[in-house]
T-cell receptor, first 113, second 113 residues
Framework: EPEVTQTPSHQVTQMGQEVILRCVPI?????FYWYRQILGQKVEFLVSFYNNEISEKSEIFDDQFSVERPDGSNFTLKIRSTKLEDSAMYFCASSLETEVEAFFGQGTRLTVV | KQEVTQIPAALSVPEGENLVLNCSFT??????LQWFRQDPGKGLTSLLLIQSSQREQTSGRLNASLDKSSGRSTLYIAASQPGDSATYLCAVRLYNQGGKLIFGQGTELSVKP
């Protein structure tokens, strides 16, 4: 069964460093998303991406964040200068269209120290 | 602003019991609602997607209902098993927002053998 895969599963980084979280969405999907979940809190939407453009983003997704689809298979989330409060589980998701079922990856646990 | 709430926050039942998890949302103008399962430290597994025009959706021992006008959905789990122990999340999808999902905080279910 096709699945969304994320790497790495866990990343530890020092405050102020740049991190890139990687995702391989399901191959025929056209819409891609990033969400995050701070420990003990709700899953929060960060950004949606379609046709090489951001289609929707949340207030959390400020200038420190960027997304890219560098080739036909990968979808990345970059955090330019990490803060302690960026520590969270980051989930990538993909869907065929915006209004149908979204499938999530297993997540990358980001720890900023 | 759409808010999604899940009650109870935690539930412990003996194996074999039928149970109901509740989800409520403040704005009835949703496109659809998706139920997920999350195992500790893991990703989100999609369980059921119920469209705003549907009243219910079934998959195996799971049945999700939706009453859009009252802003409520329930997830019914029949004949619960220890393997059902997980956190169950509901999320609503709004119109014209790039497929963004708004999540509740989840119900942590424990099924005791």
């Amino acid at each position: 069964e096709p699945e969304v895969t994320q790497t790495p599963s866990h990343q530890v980084t020092q405050m102020g460093q740049e991190v890139i979280l990687r995702c391989v969405p399901i191959s025929n999907h056209l819409y891609f998303y990033w969400y995050r979940q701070i420990l003990g809190q709700k899953v929060e939407f960060l950004v949606s991406f379609y046709n090489n453009e951001i289609s929707e983003k949340s207030e959390i997704f400020d200038d420190q964040f960027s997304v890219e689809r560098p080739d036909g298979s990968n979808f990345t989330l970059k955090i330019r200068s990490t803060k302690l409060e960026d520590s969270a589980m980051y989930f990538c998701a993909s869907s065929l269209e915006t209004e149908v079922e979204a499938f999530f990856g297993q997540g990358t646990r980001l720890t900023v120290v | 602003k759409q808010e999604v709430t899940q009650i109870p926050a935690a539930l412990s039942v003996p194996e074999g019991e039928n149970l109901v998890l509740n989800c409520s949302f403040t704005d009835s103008a949703i496109y659809n609602l998706q139920w997920f399962r999350q195992d500790p430290g893991k990703g989100l597994t999609s369980l059921l997607l119920i469209q705003s025009s549907q009243r219910e959706q079934t998959s195996g021992r799971l049945n999700a209902s939706l009453d859009k006008s009252s802003g409520r959905s329930t997830l019914y789990i029949a004949a619960s098993q220890p393997g059902d122990s997980a956190t169950y999340l509901c999320a609503v999808r709004l119109y014209n927002q790039g497929g963004k999902l708004i999540f509740g905080q989840g119900t942590e279910l424990s099924v005791k053998p």
